[in-house]
Structure formats: C-alpha cells, structure tokens
C-alpha cells in the first residue's frame, strides 16, 4: 500500500486525509498539538510543527512514504517542498513555496515580470520607515503574511494614513507590510490547476457580499457578468503568473479587480493553493467536471493526470445566513436536491446549535448550490432556494 504524508492535520487537511484513504493509500500527518482534527482519520500521526522541515523529513523518511502533499493552506508548502526535493518526490519547486510565504514577494514577482500593474509597491519593515514614506491616495496596505483579509485597509484620505498603518503592522505576524495602488472595479476569484505543464482555468467566480438589517447576503457566481474579451484577458494574466511564479503543479488561486477605467485584470492576491468557500470542493466539481484534491493526490503520487475541464456549467452558492437564535428543527434537506435547480445543499450546523450574530463563517447554517443555463439564472435560481430552506432551518 502507498504512504502519503499530509502536512497538516488541521480542518482544511480533514478532506486530504479523508479522500488518500478513500482511494486505497495509507495517510499519515503531522501537526502541532494533539488534538487536531485530522489525527482522527490517519492510519498514523506524529506532533510535529509543520514548520519544522528536518523533522518531518526524518518522519517521512522513517515511514518510507511514496508521496507528500498539504491541502488548503501554504504555510504548510515550503515543508512539502523540502520532503519532496530530498525524497526525489513530485513535489513544487523550494524556491515558489518558500515565495508563497510573502505575498509582497509575489506582488514583485508578478511586477517583474510584467504583468498588469496599477503603479509602485513597496514594504514597509517598522513604523519609523512608514511615517518617512510618501504616499500616493487612494492606496491597500497589506501584511506581507496576512490571511482572510486580516490587518487590510483602503486608504483614501490623509488622515487615514496612520491608523491603517497601525492596523496593518498589528496583522502582520513577522512585521512587515506592503502598500499596493487601490484599484477601483469588479473583484472576482480566479481558480486555476497546473498540470503537465498546462495551466487550466477551472473558474471565475464572482462574489457578493452585502447586509440587510439584520444579516449579510453572501453568494459566488461563476463567470457572473464577463464578457469572452475579459474572460480571455483574465486567462492570459493568470498564466503570465504562474509562469512568473513557476508554479509547476496543482492549484493555485487568485483575486483580482477588473478595471472600471480600462476593462484590464489586475491581480490583486495569489494563494498557491485550492479555493475555499466551496470553490474547489464543490464549485469546481459541479462546473467543470474535475476534482482538483483526486489529481493533487495522484500528482503527488507521480500518477499519470487528466486535470482538463469536462464541461462548464453555471454554479451559484449562497450562505445559509439567517436570524440569529437557536436552530430547533432541521428538516430533511435532501428532499429538495434536484427540485428548482438545486443541484447540492451542505450544512454545518444540526439541531439544538446556537446560531450568532454572523462575523465569520463558523456562523452559518450551511450552503446551497444551484444550476443555470447562464450565470444570472443560477443565481436567481440560488436566491429562490436560499428562501425555500427557511422553511427547513427552523430558528427559534
């Protein structure tokens, strides 16, 4: 039977494990601390940090594993490279997981190598160096290791300049910042997977977020409102990136703006790994007819891949935010797949859980996901079935 270490036992590297079981390998892991979800479902585990390359190579070593892979997290790449590149596995290049850790270096590397810029980045390394800066309105500051949109600001106006400097710093782990021209458009999502030297474009997501009184509305499209002349502007920037990044293998996911002065993409972030909000569990499955954990973990396997697309559909997920309270009933939604276009409906929450006020997505009841013959139908179709499971999610 064929080993394969996961670096991670966390919630995103749950389905990893899961799945290298399910098609017949054994699956060991690494993490921290005891406890991590993951453990669970391994033949075997060791606590090790998953920043602790020698470590886990004497692990991997030890175990004689045929294949190393992490899912949903890059923190975890540079170890997976190290395995790899000393075990002779299939495996990224060192040099692009270790650039993943910065996404100021990744900001230079797209600008060197010539892709859509909007004007001039640079770090910032200490407040001293950020008050003796010049800044040109409106710009982002970023931290060079942030995630989830943690310490991020717009800054607009002079008098903003400090706080968000402080707040930047205050969400940066290692202390560095960046600051990036702010771009005023469309912001979608970009998920893409490299595969025997091709770069495929899974899909292109646009997201919506907004509150009424009492909860937000949150739903992913794919390809909502683009016309083919940015669809294909959109594909040539993603592969300039990957090329500028020499991405070799498996996912690799982006944001980015579509100009509202000049109609160009410009990327904005770059996480060298699968898409979260359903993206590549579910999104990418149901619209293009591929499973990108299946191929990374034939990949990391050497195992011949066939990663291109087999159809396009139209997908629409929408969060299944409603009133705070208490859940008191949660009927059987599976009676409604396959009616009204409903194609998957996914719950993380079951009878008797107190449901909050919404601030992240631990606060939700679950999603639904709907199909369409083009992308406004699926989201009609996704913001009818979003009313339908009030009437399944009882809250009291």
Same mark, same amino acid.
């Given at each position: 039977?064929?080993?394969?270490?996961?670096?991670?036992?966390?919630?995103?590297?749950?389905?990893? !494990?899961? %799945?290298?079981?399910?098609?017949?390998?054994?699956?060991?892991?690494?993490?921290?601390?005891?406890?991590?979800?993951?453990?669970?479902?391994?033949?075997?585990?060791?606590?090790?940090?998953?920043?602790?390359?020698?470590?886990?190579?004497?692990?991997?070593?030890?175990?004689?594993?045929?294949?190393?892979? @992490?899912?949903?997290?890059? =923190?975890?790449?540079? @170890?997976?490279?190290?395995?790899?590149? %000393?075990?002779?596995?299939?495996?990224?290049?060192?040099?692009?997981?270790?650039?993943?850790? #910065?996404?100021?270096?990744?900001?230079?590397?797209?600008?060197?190598?010539?892709? &859509?810029?909007?004007? %001039?980045?640079? $770090?910032?390394? #200490?407040?001293?160096?950020?008050?003796?800066?010049?800044?040109?309105?409106?710009?982002?500051?970023?931290?060079?290791?942030?995630?989830?949109?943690?310490?991020?600001?717009?800054?607009?106006?002079?008098?903003?300049? $400090?706080?968000?400097?402080?707040?930047?710093?205050?969400?940066?782990?290692? &202390?560095?910042?960046?600051?990036?021209?702010?771009?005023?458009?469309?912001?979608?999502?970009?998920?893409?997977?490299?595969?025997?030297?091709?770069?495929?474009?899974?899909?292109?997501?646009?997201?919506?977020?907004?509150? *009424?009184?009492?909860?937000?509305?949150?739903?992913? *499209?794919?390809?909502?409102?683009?016309?083919?002349?940015? $669809?294909?502007?959109?594909? =040539?920037?993603?592969?300039?990136?990957?090329?500028?990044?020499?991405?070799?293998?498996?996912?690799?996911?982006?944001?980015?703006?579509?100009?509202?002065?000049?109609?160009?993409?410009?990327?904005?972030?770059?996480?060298?790994?699968?898409?979260? &909000?359903?993206?590549?569990?579910?999104?990418?499955?149901?619209?293009?007819?591929?499973?990108?954990?299946? &191929?990374?973990?034939? =990949?990391?396997?050497?195992?011949?891949?066939?990663?291109?697309?087999?159809?396009?559909?139209?997908?629409?997920?929408?969060?299944?935010?409603?009133?705070?309270?208490?859940?008191?009933?949660?009927?059987?939604?599976?009676?409604?797949?396959? *009616?009204?276009?409903?194609?998957?409906?996914?719950?993380?929450?079951?009878?008797?859980?107190?449901?909050?006020?919404?601030?992240?997505?631990?606060?939700?009841?679950?999603?639904?996901?709907?199909?369409?013959? @083009?992308?406004?139908?699926?989201?009609?179709?996704?913001?009818?079935?979003?009313? *339908?499971?009030?009437?399944?999610?009882? !809250?009291?």
């Amino acid at each position: 039977m064929k080993k394969i270490l996961i670096i991670g036992a966390g919630d995103y590297q749950v389905p990893a !494990i899961k %799945r290298v079981r399910q098609m017949g390998y054994a699956a060991y892991c690494v993490d921290y601390k005891e406890g991590q979800p993951g453990f669970e479902y391994a033949d075997g585990y060791k606590i090790i940090d998953v920043k602790d390359k020698e470590a886990c190579l004497a692990f991997a070593q030890e175990l004689s594993i045929d294949g190393v892979l @992490t899912w949903g997290a890059t =923190l975890t790449l540079p @170890t997976v490279s190290y395995i790899g590149e %000393r075990m002779n596995l299939p495996c990224m290049p060192m040099a692009t997981s270790e650039i993943s850790m #910065s996404k100021y270096q990744i900001r230079k590397a797209l600008d060197d190598f010539g892709l &859509n810029s909007a004007g %001039r980045t640079f $770090e910032l390394n #200490s407040q001293e160096e950020a008050k003796n800066r010049e800044y040109s309105l409106p710009f982002v500051v970023k931290p060079t290791d942030g995630s989830g949109s943690k310490g991020v600001c717009i800054v607009k106006e002079s008098s903003e300049i $400090e706080n968000a400097i402080q707040y930047a710093f205050e969400g940066a782990r290692n &202390n560095q910042i960046y600051v990036e021209p702010y771009i005023d458009g469309e912001e979608f999502t970009v998920e893409a997977y490299v595969c025997n030297g091709k770069c495929y474009i899974y899909s292109i997501v646009k997201t919506e977020f907004y509150w *009424t009184e009492n909860y937000p509305i949150y739903k992913q *499209t794919t390809y909502l409102g683009i016309t083919p002349e940015v $669809e294909q502007a959109i594909t =040539l920037e993603v592969e300039k990136a990957v090329k500028a990044l020499n991405v070799t293998w498996g996912p690799i996911n982006f944001d980015l703006i579509v100009s509202a002065d000049n109609n160009k993409p410009y990327i904005i972030d770059i996480g060298i790994r699968n898409g979260q &909000n359903l993206i590549a569990s579910h999104i990418v499955p149901y619209s293009r007819g591929v499973d990108e954990l299946d &191929n990374s973990i034939n =990949l990391c396997l050497g195992i011949e891949t066939d990663a291109i697309p087999k159809k396009k559909k139209y997908i629409s997920s929408r969060l299944l935010i409603y009133n705070p309270g208490v859940i008191k009933q949660i009927k059987d939604v599976n009676q409604v797949i396959g *009616t009204n276009n409903i194609v998957d409906v996914i719950m993380r929450k079951k009878e008797g859980d107190i449901l909050p006020p919404y601030q992240t997505k631990s606060d939700i009841c679950g999603w639904v996901l709907t199909e369409g013959d @083009t992308p406004d139908a699926a989201s009609q179709y996704a913001d009818a079935a979003w009313e *339908t499971l009030q009437n399944y999610i009882i !809250i009291e």
